[in-house]
């Protein structure tokens, strides 16, 4: 098993080179979701990941699969990571139109 800092490594070195470029070629520059009236916009924003980060631990490519990752605020991510059911429904109505 990988140590923590070598995870957190790989998580930037992925984030950086491929996740960060990829939303920027597709213009996504703030929260996708909007889910109350405490989102930030473009203020505090981050990637949202379909599954918890252990389940990528097996599935390391899925990490930078666009239908894996939205671009959200904090104040979202934080809705999506109390409710599971809530954010695979997110992911399914922003993601598998494409």
Known sequence: MKS??????????????????????????????????????TLFTGFAHRHNRSWYYRNPKLLEDFKHVILCCVECHAILDRNKDFREKKFKKLREEI
């Open 4 to 41: 923590q800092n070598k995870r957190m490594k790989q998580w930037k070195y992925i984030r950086d080179t491929k996740i960060i470029p990829m939303f920027r070629e597709k213009e996504i520059e703030s929260c996708e979701l909007i889910l109350n009236r405490k989102c930030t916009g």
